[in-house]
């Protein structure tokens, strides 16, 4: 018996966990902690508990498929590479502009810089982009106004030190439970916890103050908040004098949102809001977390600067315990967007659009002519194939007909188009509408590296070997690279690509295999092999051009669709502890699936008994775009005139509901968050 432990990093959620993966003569039979790691130090929640479960399924891709007359056949890799090569030619000799790529935050740092290279130097095009638009797009393109660099301002271990917790549009207890640990490690040495959230979540059940409020009013919540404090004297007059600007046109605006005002807008009570805005600005070192419940909403990189705002008005930046901290969701949706899977900048956020950095890479990839145009976003890439102006969509790693809003939507597009290749490790319902699917490796068969949610560098390493052909991701990519002509895809191996990766990235620059190989890894920015890394970031200055954080004056506005008679509720949208988004990975895995085997909608008691709906009880949810059935969980723990999806379930698909009309003006990010909708008990 070959009984083998491979230390590696867990392939679902940003928090960056390590343990080892057990395989017994080639087969993955369990997890064992690795106690010395430095984020979870042994600890583990559910999925990464049984993240092997999904690996050794039967139905993993084995072989390329290719479609004809409408049905899949087994193909060689020669076949399939070679049609996917010479499609993409053609297509791009016609015009580059009308091809489209999906990266992935579930693959390797080594295989998203692969990709956008690929679709950079050999298709010729920025229409390069991936979940991220969905995720925390708004916190990268708000947090980059505010303190010039869109990143997490602090590690997971810093939050333990923090007096108070702040935690807004986060049920980081379900969807980030090891930095749950580090809130309850800091709860445990006296520090109070405060919720904002329209759901009383299992996170604001420990919470010391909780703030049910309704979805799309952040702004005003926080403003209302801004409001106090000054009316209190409690800003911090030092921090904003000395690492500020634009404080009085924030002081303006928020004078319009004293506190009952503000109680009209998001229904909680003025002196809740009072009380919370004491609480977090008497606080020596306030942590303030955010997830989707801020960045999904056409107003979320305002959300986003306005938490920003609060922490900058209390001084709360740049210390142990504080920070604005976007708690990135895939494993390495952080390092997809470090390597500029992104349709507006290079690798380490150089922009596209500057001429110096153009000529700069040019010279690095040995190439010409790249192109210095942004490139369409990820709903816009839906829209533009809906309309015929993208004809060809190359998606590695994702699953749009159950993430997108809009799914009908979605599968128009995508029967749209002329040519379509998806590249995963499951025949997901997006690869089943591929013309050409490719079979990857899983995490656990490859090796690279991950970038958490602290942007902490981390390596994945390959503990058995893939299904049948399936191929590792950055390969396949490669291997299409050459068969288009191209030269600068002859890497050996994921150590090679990151060599590579760190020439050109300069947040990378000083991270060798050597310094990543120790368990505290490396945190970015990490310019040169003498630095130590950079665990919290804007500690003397901010990373903006003049070192000083921008304030941002914002008015709160509605939601881009409203409850009225025909939909009088607010649909929200989100995530459960046992489940991964499309459920691909974790519907496949026996012990989570059994614990969640079917969705819900979330329906308030009190709204429940009006409509005459009981517990368990199919109903059908209704919006503009569509409509669902699907069993209710009337419960206390929403707010009355709100309801909630997780949108695992395609089966019951939240984003049948969801609406890709309207995005975020910065970010593009469509309101997941907020829908009108109508319930209805089924009746006969
Ligand atoms: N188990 C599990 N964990 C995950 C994931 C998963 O699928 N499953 N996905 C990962 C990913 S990619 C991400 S991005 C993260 C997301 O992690 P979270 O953002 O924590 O998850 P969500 O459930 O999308 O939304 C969080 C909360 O926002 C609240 N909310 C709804 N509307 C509003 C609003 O208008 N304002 C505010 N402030 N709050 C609102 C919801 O009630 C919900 O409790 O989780 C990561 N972790
Ligand atoms: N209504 C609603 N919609 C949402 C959200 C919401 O809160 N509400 N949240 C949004 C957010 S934050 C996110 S991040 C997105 C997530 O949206 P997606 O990224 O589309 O969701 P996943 O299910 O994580 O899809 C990942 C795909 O990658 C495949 N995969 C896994 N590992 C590998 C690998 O190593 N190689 C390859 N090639 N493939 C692999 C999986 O099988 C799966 O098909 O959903 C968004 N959609
Ligand atoms: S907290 Fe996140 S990284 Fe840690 S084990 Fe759970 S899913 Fe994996
Ligand atoms: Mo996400």
């Known amino acids: 018996m070959n009984l083998e432990y491979t230390p590696t990093t867990c392939p679902y959620c940003g928090c960056g966990c390590g343990f080892n993966l057990v395989s017994v003569d080639g087969r993955l039979v369990g997890v064992e902690p690795w106690k010395r790691n430095p984020v979870n130090e042994g600890k583990l929640c559910p999925k990464g508990n049984f993240s092997y479960e999904f690996v050794h399924r039967d139905d993993r891709l084995t072989t390329p498929l290719i479609k004809e007359g409408g049905k899949f056949r087994e193909a060689t890799w020669d076949e399939a590479l070679d049609l996917v090569a010479s499609k993409l030619s053609e297509m791009k000799e016609s015009n580059a502009e009308q091809l489209a790529f999906l990266s992935s935050a579930r693959c390797t740092n080594e295989e998203n810089y692969v990709f956008q290279k690929f679709v950079r130097t050999v298709i010729g095009t ?321 090796d690279g590296t991950f970038t958490s949610t602290e942007r902490r560098v981390q390596y994945v390493r390959k503990a058995v070997d893939g299904p049948g052909e399936a191929r590792d991701d950055w390969a396949i990519v490669s291997e299409i690279a050459t068969r288009m002509g191209s030269d600068l895809f002859n890497f050996n191996s994921p150590q090679e690509i990151f060599e590579e990766v760190r020439s050109v990235t300069p947040q990378y620059a000083g991270m060798n295999q050597e310094r990543l190989s120790k368990p505290e890894a490396l945190h970015w920015p990490c310019p040169d092999e003498e630095h130590p890394g950079t665990p919290i970031l804007h500690a003397e200055r901010f990373a903006t051009a003049d070192g000083l954080g921008v304030f941002k004056a914002i008015e709160w506005k509605p939601p881009a669709e409203n409850p009225d008679e025909e939909y009088p509720f607010i649909l929200t949208t989100g995530r459960s502890l046992f489940h991964w988004h499309t459920g691909s990975m974790t519907r496949r895995s026996e012990t989570l699936d059994r614990e969640m085997p079917s969705g819900w909608v979330e329906i308030n008691t009190e709204d429940a008994a009006e409509l005459g709906i009981k517990n368990k009880e199919m109903v059908r949810v209704k919006t503009r775009r569509g409509e669902i059935e699907i069993g209710a969980k009337v419960t206390p723990d929403i707010i009355k005139g709100t309801v909630f999806i997780p949108f695992h379930f395609a089966e019951s698909a939240a984003n049948i509901l969801t609406s890709g009309d309207q995005l975020d003006p910065f970010a593009k990010m469509p309101e997941l968050k907020v829908s009108a909708a109508s319930v209805q008990k089924i009746t006969g």
């Open 126 to 446: 920025n229409n390069v982009d991936h979940c991220a638009r969905l995720c925390h797009g708004p916190s990268v393109a708000g947090l980059a106004q505010t303190f010039g660099s869109g990143a997490m301002t602090n590690s997971l271990e810093s939050c333990a030190h923090a007096d108070v917790v702040f935690l807004i549009g986060t049920n980081t207890l379900e969807q980030h439970p090891l930095m749950w640990r580090r809130v309850l490690q800091a709860k445990d040495k006296g520090a109070k916890i405060m919720v904002a959230d329209p759901r009383f979540t299992p996170s604001a059940k420990q919470a010391d103050l909780y703030l049910p409020f309704k979805s799309g009013t952040d702004v005003a919540l926080l403003n209302g908040m801004m409001n106090v404090i000054l009316e209190e004297g409690l800003e911090d007059k030092e921090f904003i004098e000395n690492r500020t600007t634009d404080f009085e046109e924030l002081k303006a605006m928020v004078k319009k949102y004293p506190v009952e005002e503000v109680s009209k807008i998001t229904g909680v009570a003025p002196e809740l809001i009072r009380e919370a805005a004491i609480m977090y600005a008497k606080a020596d070192n306030a942590a303030l977390l955010f997830s989707m419940g801020i960045t999904q909403h056409t107003v979320g990189t305002e959300n986003v600067m306005s938490t920003s705002n609060l922490a900058m008005l209390t001084g709360n930046i740049g210390r142990p315990g504080t920070g604005v901290n976007p708690l990135r969701g895939q494993n390495n949706v952080q390092g997809a967007c470090d390597m500029g899977a992104l349709p507006v900048s290079f690798p380490g956020y150089q922009a596209v659009i500057n001429e110096e950095l153009v000529s700069k890479m040019e010279t690095s990839w040995g190439c010409s002519a790249l192109s210095p145009t942004p490139g369409l976003t990820v709903v816009e890439i839906m829209h533009a194939a809906h309309d015929g102006d993208i004809k060809g969509l190359y998606i590695m790693g994702e699953n749009p007909m159950v993430s997108d809003p809009d799914i009908q939507h979605v599968e128009a597009a995508l029967n749209n188009l002329d040519f379509l290749v998806v590249q995963d490790i499951f025949l997901t319902e997006t690869a089943a509408l591929a013309d050409v699917v490719l079979p990857a490796m899983s995490w656990a068969e490859k």
